[in-house]
């Protein structure tokens, strides 16, 4: 299996993916004209598609950091992140290798609320030509990040505790109420400071990049445009 690093690409890669290409589907859908950096986008088209893609991205991430806290917590000798998951598939088949899905594709859904702050940000930061600078850039995606997070943290809570304990838990429902009994309310937010701490500086980073490439492809592109014509 990938080693975390290209693991994280990989699902960043899949979710800004998914958000162009439903956006594009709404605007073919509703006939809406708006440009490629989306500026003139209905937010609710934003809004939905960022949900979109947090679900198609769960598929993914849900089976990734189940073996990550199995790891983490050595609940089992393995040899690695596919024996470990070879073991649980052999422990309850395909299902088994989904446990927490339900969770992951509730705090996945908070790449709604991601890209609608993002969005909302970047057009009010923007100067007079349209552009947004660098730190502008880091501030919106910064936000978004922490905006994110706190939308559907309770969620992260859930699926890591159904994640590290599969045997203990009957589903989300369950852990819920259990947790709630035995720890009170407190637990579905704990832990939530330092992920705030490190959601600015990841999500900046994050949306950074993106905007550096896809900035880099439409230059290409209007190079491309001007040589062939």
Same mark, same amino acid.
């Given at each position: ?103 992951? =594709? !509730?705090?996945? #859904?908070?790449?709604?609320? $991601?890209?609608?702050?993002?969005? &909302?940000?970047?057009?009010? @930061? ?45 589903? =989300? !429902?369950?852990? #819920?109420?259990?947790?709630? $009994?035995?720890?009170?309310?407190? &637990?579905?937010?704990?832990? @939530? ?37």
């Amino acid at each position: 299996m990938a080693s975390p690093a290209v693991g994280v690409g990989a699902v960043n890669a899949l979710v800004f993916g998914s958000y162009t290409h439903l956006m594009q589907y709404q605007a073919q859908l509703y006939d809406t004209v708006y440009d490629e950096s989306t500026q003139n986008a209905p937010l609710q088209h934003v809004f939905l598609a960022g949900m979109g893609a947090g679900i198609i991205s769960s598929f993914v991430t849900c089976p990734m950091e189940l073996v990550k806290v199995q790891l983490q917590n050595q609940t089992s000798v393995t040899k690695g992140p596919l024996n470990c998951l070879q073991k649980m598939y052999i422990t309850g088949g395909v299902r088994y290798c989904f446990k927490g899905m339900v969770p992951t =594709m !509730i705090r996945e #859904l908070s790449f709604g609320p $991601y890209f609608l702050t993002y969005e &909302i940000m970047s057009r009010s @930061l923007k100067d007079q030509s349209h552009e947004l600078s660098g730190p502008k850039v880091i501030l919106a995606g910064g936000t978004a990040g922490i905006i994110a997070w706190c939308s559907t943290y309770f969620a992260d809570v859930v699926k890591t505790r159904i994640q590290s304990e599969p045997q203990r838990y009957k589903g =989300m !429902i369950d852990c #819920l109420k259990r947790s709630y $009994y035995e720890e009170g309310w407190r &637990i579905f937010f704990k832990g @939530l400071t330092p992920t705030i701490v490190r959601a600015f500086p990841s999500n900046a980073a994050t949306f950074a990049a993106y905007t550096w490439t896809m900035n880099t492809f439409q230059l290409n592109k209007e190079s491309y445009k001007e040589a062939i014509l």
